[in-house]
Nanobody
């Protein structure tokens, strides 16, 4: 069983920065992409960014250029640098890992989420 643990969320003033981290409990065999999603109250979960195991990055269509996704495969860790935060960035941010393996078939894992609150 793979566990994804997010950290780095919290309360920040508008204009501030946060760096989220997602640590996978182990190397995930067969993972093809890892990414960040967010969900604000009353809204659907939306894509923030994904990064493939070959390093290709995809940002959600509504995501601002203030967000930067990166990964450290040696540490099984995914990051999201968020700069110049705005109140509309307030949401729960979730880490995701997706792929395929002979043992599990197609899989998707989610973390528990970390709350980001931006005060204006």
């Amino acid at each position: 069983q793979v566990r994804l643990q997010e950290s780095g969320g919290g309360l920040v003033q508008a204009g501030g920065s946060l760096r989220l981290s997602c640590l996978a409990s182990r190397n995930i065999i067969g993972v093809t992409t890892m990414g960040w999603f967010r969900q604000a109250p009353g809204n659907q979960r939306e894509l923030v960014a994904t990064i493939s195991n070959s390093g290709d990055i995809n940002y959600g269509v509504s995501m601002p250029g203030r967000f930067i996704v990166s990964s450290d495969n040696a540490k099984n860790t995914l990051y999201l640098q968020m700069n110049n935060l705005k109140s509309e960035d307030t949401a729960v941010y979730y880490c995701n890992a997706a792929g395929w393996s002979y043992a599990s078939g197609r899989f998707t894992y989610w973390g528990q989420g970390t709350q980001v609150t931006v005060s204006s």
